[in-house]
């Protein structure tokens, strides 16, 4: 069936770090691919999306890139920030709804 | 644009009550509407999925018997707990497609947390 695999958190990191947060799915066909935020208390915000391979997302300065032979949406930011700090999920959505990954935390210190 | 609201972002509820939550699109027609749940410090858990004018589909494991949802138009889907119980604290959140943007784009509500004492 269709899944979707992310790194275990939570991710703790330093101001101006390096994030990535890796993301890897099974699916038949070629399914759209998301990265979604959550911030305490909230919703789930879209972060970027890649509809096809070699398609890359970006937002905000998260980017991830369709890797259709790796199977993979890692997500990176080259900077974090502490207003990152949230929780990361990676989704897949196969054409009727979505399936989520387990969701990452990352925590971002000053 | 695409903008999803959820009411009430909060409630209490007594064991033993039924409690609305409502979804609603705000400037967009959403054919389809799907709810969730999802406990502390887990991912989402798809519930149902709710299409305009017909019957929701339930996923293994959810009763409908107990979480009702109704998506009487295209604006507006409701799920009820029928009867809840503290097991059914949770947060529920409802997201919609716009269908004008075909299929891939699905917007989310904010959440709604309820908690049944």
């Known amino acids: 069936g269709n899944s979707v695999t992310q790194m275990e958190g939570p991710v703790t990191l330093s101001e101006e770090a390096f994030l990535t947060i890796n993301c890897t799915y099974t699916?038949?066909?070629?399914?759209?691919l998301f990265w979604y935020v959550q911030y305490p208390g909230e919703g789930l915000q879209l972060l970027l999306k890649?509809?096809?391979?070699?398609d890359k997302g970006s937002n905000k300065g998260f980017e991830a890139t369709y890797r259709k032979e790796t199977t993979s949406f890692h997500l990176e930011k080259g900077s974090v920030q502490v207003s990152d700090s949230a929780v990361y999920f990676c989704a897949l959505d196969y054409g009727q709804n979505f399936v989520f990954g387990p969701g990452t935390r990352l925590s971002v210190l000053p | 644009g695409a903008v999803v609201s959820q009411h009430p972002s909060w409630v209490i509820c007594k064991s033993g009550t039924s409690v609305k939550i409502e979804c609603r699109s705000l400037?967009?027609?959403?054919?389809?509407m799907f709810w969730y749940r999802q406990f502390p410090k887990q991912s989402l858990m798809l519930m149902a999925t709710s299409n305009e004018g017909s019957k929701a589909t339930y996923e293994q494991g959810v009763e409908k018997d107990k979480f009702l949802i109704n998506h009487a138009s295209l604006t507006l889907s409701t799920l009820t707990v029928t009867s809840a119980h503290p097991e059914d604290s949770s947060f529920y959140i409802c997201?919609?497609?716009?269908?004008?943007?075909?299929?891939?784009?699905?917007?989310f509500g904010p959440g709604t947390r309820l908690t049944v004492t």
């Open positions: 400037d967009f027609q959403a054919t389809t």
């Open positions: 699916a038949t066909g070629y399914p759209s």
């Open positions: 997201s919609a497609r716009d269908r004008s943007k075909g299929a891939y784009e699905q917007y």
């Open positions: 890649a509809t096809k391979a070699d």
